[in-house]
């Protein structure tokens, strides 16, 4: 009889102890190990998976060789039917290359994919691996995507790239690795989907599926299997209550891209992330919405974060961007006297620490006692914006709510406020202004000295070098008032 060795897992970072602890040994998280049983080595049931590369080179004639004498072979990339999908990939998915989608729960992940992997269909053969859904409600998804009209769309959007049934697409509804990996090598599929990674067990081991050392092992079966046959491997991943990626860092580290699928639970875009890219850059951003017949890909996604409303007090429009794509985004500020002993300040889509730091710079440089105020901050459409570009808007916003003025119609703020009442310069302003010209903004107000070179047409361009000229620049003289108490 097998001798049954137990060890113990950490959940959250995949450490192995022999005895049991309450705090793990190694990351520190608590009630995080658990028990796993499983068979003594040798026993164990593996077949040999040669390393990549190793299926045709004798171990012998491994050798190292000069960097210039290794052969080169050219990328080329599998087109995923998706533009939005192949920005964010970075040109489209590289064979053998293994991707990672994480996501909320019911965010759409398995639609994006089996409608990517429908749109592939046509030209490579594509297996799509559902370990958590059987094949008849996979079926009923794709039907649903295949044949439901689209309803008018709306201007913004692209047309539905419909799916046709093609004859490259193949479904497998499978939970055990060893079935899929056969699978696998049968097929040889140019790409593969697995939905998800979590739901695949491995009978070789103990733990249940979705346990680190199940998904250590199953997405390590994978990618040897991808690298060695060439197939573009997308794994979906869930995530934690957290949102962080679920399963083990090792399994980051393992893939060659990491993307996430976001977006608000009432909105019905969603936003898809590149984390990590080894063939491409991070932070591009990809757009789609969801609607009835599946996800629809957003080609000019400024006009989804813009107002569209006339323009109102404690509006503000900047330009933010997300990897090489501008962005025309619209801020909301409300400031209301405070009915609290500490006053309420509540940001959605900013970083909270950020708008206390602005409305610090505003009191002390502007005179505003903003600290007898609420003030609440909300950037449309749900996107979060991150860059410190974002500044300027907000402090006009903020002003604006403040005053209740409002900014002139067209006019697009720039720009990152430094402690001392400063605007510093930022990256890619030509390119920011380009998209505003092309949305129809005349002003825009920017910090001095961003290597502007030539003017944007149709646009007239404000250069400040102080929060408080460009909030004169930006809402006229009566930004201006300084009437804090002595
Ligand atoms: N019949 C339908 N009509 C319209 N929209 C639908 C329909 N069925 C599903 N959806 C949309 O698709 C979403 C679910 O998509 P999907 O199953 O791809 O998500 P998921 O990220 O794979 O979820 P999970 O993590 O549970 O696997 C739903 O939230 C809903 O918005
Ligand atoms: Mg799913």
């Known amino acids: 009889m097998a001798r049954v060795t137990r060890s113990y897992i950490c959940q959250s970072c995949g450490a192995e102890t022999r005895q049991f602890f309450g705090r793990c040994p190694s990351c520190g998280s ?36 000069p960097i210039q004498a290794v052969g080169e072979r050219p990328l080329q990339r599998l087109c995923s039917g998706y533009g939005e999908l192949d920005r964010v990939l970075g040109g489209g998915l ?26 592939m269909a046509g030209r490579h053969s594509v297996l799509y691996v559902s370990a958590e859904e059987s094949a008849q409600q996979v079926k009923l998804r794709w039907r649903r995507l295949a044949e439901q009209q689209p ?136 757009v789609f919405e969801m609607r009835g017949q599946g996800l629809a890909e957003v080609l000019n996604p400024s006009e989804l974060f813009l107002g569209g409303d006339a323009p109102s007090a404690g509006t503000a429009t900047i330009v933010a961007c997300e990897g090489t794509r501008p962005l025309v ?20 889509g900013i970083g909270t620490n950020r708008l206390h730091q602005i409305l610090a710079v505003l009191e002390k440089h502007l005179g505003l006692p903003l600290s007898r105020f609420d003030c609440y901050l909300a950037v449309a459409g749900g996107l979060e914006v991150e860059e410190p570009a974002a500044d300027l808007g907000v402090a006009a916003a903020v002003v604006a709510s403040y005053r209740d003025l409002t900014l002139p119609p067209g006019t697009v703020l720039i720009g990152e406020l430094g402690l001392g009442g400063q605007l510093r310069p930022v990256a890619q302003l030509e390119l920011r202004l380009q998209e505003a010209a092309r949305l129809k903004a005349r002003r825009a107000v920017v910090p001095k000295g961003s290597g502007l070179s030539k003017g944007v047409a149709g646009l007239e361009i404000f250069e400040c070098s102080t929060v408080a000229e460009a909030m004169v620049r930006a809402l006229g003289a009566g930004a201006s008032i300084h009437e804090r108490d002595p």
């Open 329 to 348: 985004v619209e801020l909301q500020a409300l400031v209301s006297t405070t009915s609290y002993a500490s006053p309420r300040r509540t940001a959605t």
């Open 151 to 286: 309803a008018a769309p709306p201007p913004a959007t692209a047309p539905i790239d419909r799916p046709v049934p093609g004859p490259g697409l193949q479904l497998l509804s499978e939970t055990d690795l060893e079935l899929v990996l056969q699978e696998l090598e049968a097929l040889r599929p140019a790409v593969a989907v697995i939905d998800s990674i979590q739901a695949l067990h491995d009978a070789d081991l103990g733990s249940a599926p979705g346990s680190v050392a199940q998904v250590r092992e199953c997405a390590a079966a994978l990618a040897r299997i991808a690298k060695r046959q060439d197939t573009a491997l997308l794994l979906v991943g869930h995530v934690t209550k957290e949102g962080m990626l679920a399963g083990p860092k090792v399994l980051e580290h393992l893939v060659d891209a990491v993307l996430t699928f976001e977006g608000d639970r009432f909105a019905s875009h969603r936003l898809l992330r590149a984390v990590k890219n080894r063939f491409g850059a991070t932070h591009e951003l990809g």
């Open 30 to 65: 608590w009630n995080a190990l658990v028990e796993q049983a499983a068979p003594a080595a040798d026993t164990r049931r593996r077949r040999p998976v040669p390393t990549p590369g190793a299926a045709t080179v004798p171990a012998a004639a491994r050798r190292s060789e």
């Open 94 to 119: 590289v064979p053998g290359s293994l991707v990672l989608l994480g996501g909320d729960p019911g965010i759409g992940k398995s639609t994006l994919l089996l409608q990517s992997a429908q749109a």
